[in-house]
């Protein structure tokens, strides 16, 4: 089974800090994702990586950078934190090729910025 | 840009009754479309469907695409308190980007 691990569970943080969030998936998966979801707005991509090292930006990359340095691990970064970036964030991995495409999501992060 | 749009956002129904959830879509590229269920935590992956016309089971669940009215109905009979969540309807765009997800129906049944 495909396992999708989120570093934290909760997180609170201030206005203004760096926020590191951290996801790993143990099947060697070469798509990586970062989600975030609110109400009444659904889910939303921020950002995706289809290999080490490579990056793309999605529907709102505003706010977020990301880093993959390894295949298994993608982190998404909140270079100077706000508000408005209290979400539920949501990462996800899949493999190439149409016949296994499905992403797995791990379980979120709920950040909550003071 | 993309659209998605669910239809309804919000139904209840008791237990053992059919229900069908609505998704339809406007998508670049058009490649597949996934249905998930969300309870609390992580969307779970129900069902995947890239060509029109062909009805996709699993147990009580079934869905099928129309990719000529660029639409999905996602029906679920028999329904039980377990159905209870949130399903998502994803079009997927070719290449190696994400989905574009609706936002959502919440499915609520009543004992």
């Known amino acids: 089974d495909v396992k999708v691990t989120q570093s934290s569970r909760y997180l609170v943080k201030r206005t203004g800090e760096k926020v590191f969030l951290e996801c790993v998936q143990d099947?060697?998966?070469?798509?990586m994702f970062w989600y975030r979801q609110d109400p009444g707005l659904g889910l939303r991509l921020i950002y995706f990586?289809?290999?080490?090292?490579?990056?793309e930006k999605g529907d709102i990359p505003e706010g977020y950078s990301v880093s993959r340095e390894k295949k298994e691990r993608f982190s998404l970064i909140l270079e100077s934190a706000s508000t408005n970036q209290t979400s539920m964030y949501l990462c996800?991995?899949?493999?190439?090729?149409?016949?296994?495409?499905?992403?797995?999501f791990g379980d979120g992060t709920r950040l909550s910025i003071l | 840009e993309d659209k998605v749009v669910q239809s309804p956002l919000s139904l209840v129904v008791h237990e053992g009754d059919t229900v069908t959830l609505n998704c339809s879509y406007e998508?670049?590229?058009?490649?597949?479309l996934l249905w998930y269920k969300q309870e609390k935590k992580a969307p779970t992956f129900l069902f995947m469907l890239?060509?029109?016309?062909i009805e996709k089971k699993s147990g009580r669940l079934s869905s099928i695409l129309d990719k000529k009215e660029l639409f999905s109905i996602l029906n679920i009979t028999a329904t039980q308190t377990g159905d209870s969540a949130v399903y998502l309807c994803?079009?997927?765009?070719?290449?190696?980007?994400?989905?574009?997800f609706g936002k959502g129906t919440h499915l609520i049944i009543q004992p």
């Open positions: 990586s289809y290999d080490v090292k490579m990056k």
């Open positions: 996800a991995s899949s493999t190439l090729g149409q016949a296994n495409w499905p992403q797995h």
């Open positions: 099947m060697d998966h070469e798509n």
């Open positions: 994803a079009p997927r765009r070719g290449g190696a980007d994400g989905l574009t």
């Open positions: 998508v670049t590229n058009f490649r597949s």
């Open positions: 890239t060509s029109s016309g």
